[in-house]
């Protein structure tokens, strides 16, 4: 989808085919002589193992699970336990999504959040488990927090229960829009606990406390097997965005987990703001991603495409509208660099996480927009790519929050005043 980068001049941006990079302020020149090679890597496989494809399997509404063992060889399964930058941790799903966000949504879904949580609160024996099949995408995970009647409210309303009996906990409920969940092997279920049933004999049955159940209304975290009893999977169809992601509704039907499936650090909904904080993060950097490949779709179209007998590079409001484009994406990568920054030191919280999301995902929408303009009729034809570009940027906008939702985090955050029911 995108040319290869040149390795940049001296106080200068990298550049493609002669041309400045979309990487306009050169950001990637942050990063360690590692990084680098590693990111090169990754554009080197994504040009040849991707970006021939995916416009077909987004078309097909097919994932390419033989695509998953040569992935891995990359390495890249949660970067910054590895001794990477959070910068470069960015770029690489800004990377994924500029060349296709339905596997750059994958890929976080699966490291970012299930590969994450077993560092997070796994225990030494989930870890022992699971984590090394994870990594190497032997096995694939997916998290199951939204639910039919609770998205953005989910926090409150969460409505799916567990209840502990005896070594065994008995889940209820449903989950909708989980990524990877037609296949996943093992999916981080988030429910909230039941008072205990009668005959289990309450939290003196089953332990007290925090950590070992016998909260009720405490939220709980837990390893579920794909293909455990009880447990009903079916493929969301029809979307218009992300059509390569396997997004699944989950119906749980007395779902039985042994308790050393349980993630025991877990006790409460602050645990599900950890995970949130950087996957939304990441999800504004796929925001990133997107507009790079806008970018580099209306250029390259403006170049060669001619009317009136001239390119339509050569025409006034055209050089505005890429202008506006390569604007949009500097300032949002801008952006994202400092806060990457802040999120080494440990300063990148959920408000100022929630207005890079907010702003960066409305500059992409923007972006997008102005990019299908360019193509005109052929913008809206899926095998030239802006379509699919255009219409994925849709589902970024929407999840990890939508824009009102960060919207009026971030403003209660500045006035201390809520205006969220």
């Known amino acids: 989808m995108s040319a290869a980068v040149l390795p940049p001049e001296p106080g200068r941006a990298p550049r493609t085919g002669g041309l400045p990079a979309a990487d306009y302020y050169g950001v990637e020149r942050r990063l360690s002589e590692r990084e680098r090679a590693k990111l090169a890597q990754l554009r080197a496989f994504l040009a040849a193992e991707v970006a021939p494809h995916a416009v077909g399997w987004w078309e097909r509404e097919e994932f390419p699970h033989a695509l998953l063992p040569r992935l891995a060889e990359l390495g890249l399964s949660t970067p910054h336990r590895h001794g990477y930058s959070r910068l470069f941790t960015g770029l690489v799903i800004a990377e994924l999504t500029r060349v296709d966000t339905?596997?750059?949504?994958?890929?976080?879904?699966?490291?970012?959040?299930?590969?994450?949580?077993?560092?997070?609160?796994?225990?030494?024996?989930?870890?022992?488990?699971?984590?090394?099949?994870?990594?190497?995408?032997?096995?694939?995970?997916?998290?199951?927090?939204?639910?039919?009647?609770?998205?953005?409210?989910?926090?409150?309303?969460?409505?799916?229960?567990?209840?502990?009996?005896?070594?065994?906990?008995?889940?209820?409920?449903?989950?909708?829009?989980?990524?990877?969940?037609?296949?996943?092997?093992?999916?981080?279920?988030?429910?909230?606990?039941?008072?205990?049933?009668?005959?289990?004999?309450?939290?003196?049955?089953?332990?007290?406390?925090?950590?070992?159940?016998?909260?009720?209304?405490?939220?709980?975290?837990?390893?579920?097997?794909g293909d455990a009893p009880g447990l009903t999977r079916t493929r969301i169809e029809h979307k218009t965005a992300l059509r390569t992601v396997q997004n699944a509704d989950l119906v749980l039907d007395g779902v039985r987990v042994p308790e050393e499936d349980r993630f025991p650090a877990i006790s409460s909904f602050e645990d599900t703001r950890t995970m949130l904080l950087g996957s939304r993060l990441l999800v504004a950097w796929q925001a990133v991603g997107q507009q790079l490949a806008a970018f580099d779709l209306a250029r390259a179209y403006a170049v060669e495409r001619e009317q009136f007998g001239r390119p339509l590079a050569r025409f006034q409001l055209v050089q505005a509208q890429l202008t506006q484009m390569l604007g949009n994406a500097t300032a949002s990568m801008a952006m994202l660099a400092e806060l990457a920054a802040l999120q080494e030191e440990g300063e990148a919280t959920m408000a100022r996480v929630a207005l890079a999301k907010a702003w960066v995902s409305a500059r992409m929408r923007e972006t997008v927009a102005l990019g299908r303009g360019i193509l005109g009729g052929n913008g809206i034809l899926a095998d030239r790519g802006m379509a699919k570009v255009f219409a994925d940027a849709e589902a970024i906008y929407t999840y990890e929050g939508t824009f009102e939702v960060n919207s009026l985090i971030v403003g209660r955050d500045v006035t201390g005043v809520s205006a969220i029911v």
């Open 102 to 225: 339905s596997i750059a949504t994958f890929f976080m879904v699966h490291h970012d959040l299930f590969v994450e949580a077993l560092y997070e609160f796994g225990t030494p024996d989930q870890r022992e488990r699971h984590l090394a099949d994870a990594t190497a995408l032997r096995t694939t995970g997916a998290f199951a927090l939204t639910e039919p009647d609770h998205g953005s409210d989910v926090a409150r309303g969460l409505a799916t229960t567990c209840r502990r009996e005896g070594d065994t906990w008995v889940l209820d409920g449903a989950k909708r829009w989980i990524g990877n969940g037609t296949f996943a092997d093992h999916l981080l279920v988030w429910a909230r606990e039941a008072a205990p049933a009668p005959h289990a004999g309450g939290a003196a049955a089953g332990g007290s406390g925090a950590h070992d159940g016998g909260v009720p209304g405490a939220v709980r975290g837990f390893i579920v097997a």
